[in-house]
């Protein structure tokens, strides 16, 4: 049994096991246990298991199986596929977008160098992208990170319009956007993570084109599979909602924009309380927005105690006590923050339900702070 | 860094008290005066600029009191 908020507001962190997917993981569960490298028999019904699952990945993200290799998760994903471009390169400089997800800020303090440099984006999140040409242009600049579309305030980065030499390859984070709309194609690698588009969790995703220089940055051997013993019957169920993802997306994703196209108006009409991101340009099922004078801890708290499970970049809400650097970069207000996204099946009448209690709320937290 | 009329001491303040404060002393800086707010809040660096720009005041920037401590000041729109 799925146990679920009565309005689960969080797909942008996780969504719940696509049921196709489900049913995939059950009958994989049974023939998928054992080692794909091995010759006899269970380990060749493995193999089958792992090659259809990478097969139906590629024919999803329009690349080749051989591209396509499986991680222990889209963190991991992240930290091979980016750092093993300046591992081969020898040039350990990245230049990246202020908004990159965590994982990549991680992926760069953890390989100090004197040429990583953050390119800045404009009040609704996009990159400069002038900018990112000239930082892409310094000695000692391996690759470039710019991720597909922003998990916070959704705003989609124009990386098929890039201005980067041909020596320096694009790092893609495509975590928040896959499923949920067309992909650019301007990039040398790809990271993804399954739980994000209803597949289970543990699965990352990496892509590497071919021609591109990319090599293992961490023990082992030099392939885009982090193990060679993947979790087979959660990579064959990660492919199969996908699969499902994509076939119901011409009718989810127009949906789920007019959700938030619905809830930015609503919420327009709070006052003091300014939403984040480009209102257009972004993927179709996020939205964040800040309320001045008001705690994001308390708000999260009080929306779930009235049904609604929503995330927050507030610094209260966070384990370092920093505000999200996403919403710093945008210049956003960082307190008061709630990132709602909808699901599969988040109706009208939820966010309109989630509207109305932001509503009541931020006006119950002004009055007592007589305000 | 130009004078200072009110100088708000919310160093040990969570987010978003800085702020809270900010916005009830509004009112007692005449036009053209300088509202300044000590914190240690992280939050605050992000959001006294965001603050001015919701209420339509000038963010001047910030400086260090005497013993370290981060202050934000801010010119009370006419």
């Known amino acids: 049994m799925t146990i679920i908020s009565a309005s689960y507001l969080d797909a942008a962190s996780a969504e719940p096991l696509h049921p196709a997917a489900r049913d995939v993981l059950e009958a994989a569960l049974a023939r998928g246990w054992a080692d794909p490298r091995r010759r006899h028999a269970p380990g060749r019904d493995a193999r089958l298991l792992l090659d259809n699952a990478r097969a139906a990945i590629a024919e999803c993200l329009e690349v080749d ?35 990159e997800h965590s994982a990549v800020l991680h992926a760069l303090a953890w390989r100090e160098h004197d ?32 991720q597909a579309g922003n998990q916070e305030i959704g705003t989609l980065q124009p990386v098929d319009e890039l201005d980067v030499p041909a020596g320096v390859p694009v790092f893609m984070d495509a975590a928040a956007a896959v499923g949920r709309g067309p992909l650019p194609r301007r990039w040398s690698v790809l990271a993804a993570s399954a739980r994000k588009w209803g597949g289970p969790s543990g699965v990352g995703v ?40 994509l076939a119901e997306s011409a009718e989810t994703a127009p949906r789920q924009h007019a959700l938030i196209d619905r809830a930015r108006a609503a919420l327009a009409e709070v006052p003091d309380l300014e939403l984040v991101g480009d209102p257009v340009h972004r993927l179709p099922h996020v939205l964040t927005f800040s309320c001045l004078y008001v705690a994001g801890d308390e708000l999260v708290d009080a929306l779930a105690r009235r049904g609604y499970a929503v995330a927050s970049g507030s610094a209260c809400t966070a384990s370092t006590l920093e ?12 307190h008061g923050n709630v990132r709602v996204s909808v699901g599969r099946d988040t109706e009208e009448a939820d966010v309109d339900g989630l509207c109305r209690a932001v509503t009541e709320i931020v006006a119950d937290i002004r009055s007592r702070e007589g305000l | 860094m130009p004078a200072v009329d009110v100088e708000l001491d919310c160093r040990d303040l969570p987010c978003p008290r800085p702020v809270i404060e900010l916005g009830r002393a509004l009112p ?47 010119r009370v729109a006419g």
């Open chain 1, 115 to 146: 040429a990583h440099a953050a390119v800045g984006v404009d009040r609704t999140g996009r990159v400069d992208v002038e900018a990112l040409a000239a930082a892409a242009r310094v000695d000692g600049v391996g690759a470039v990170a710019v």
């Open chain 1, 65 to 99: 199986p051989e591209e396509v290799g499986f991680t222990a998760s889209g963190t991991s994903a992240v930290h091979r596929g980016l750092l093993g471009l300046t591992a081969s390169s020898g040039r350990g400089g990245i230049v990246h977008t202020a908004v």
């Open chain 2, 28 to 74: 007692r800086v005449a036009p053209g005066g300088v509202l300044a707010v000590v914190a240690r809040d992280p939050a605050a660096r992000h959001d006294v600029p965001a603050w001015c720009r919701m209420r339509g005041q000038s963010y001047l920037g910030e400086d260090l009191t005497d013993d370290g401590v981060p202050r934000y000041l801010v």
């Open chain 1, 206 to 245: 990496l892509v590497v084109r071919r021609g591109t220089r990319w090599r293992n940055p961490f023990p082992g051997e030099d392939a885009v599979d982090e193990s060679p013993f993947p979790d087979v019957p959660a990579a064959l169920a990660a492919a199969a909602a996908l699969q499902a993802v």
């Open chain 1, 323 to 334: 505000p999200s650097h996403v919403l710093a970069a945008v210049g956003a207000l960082t």
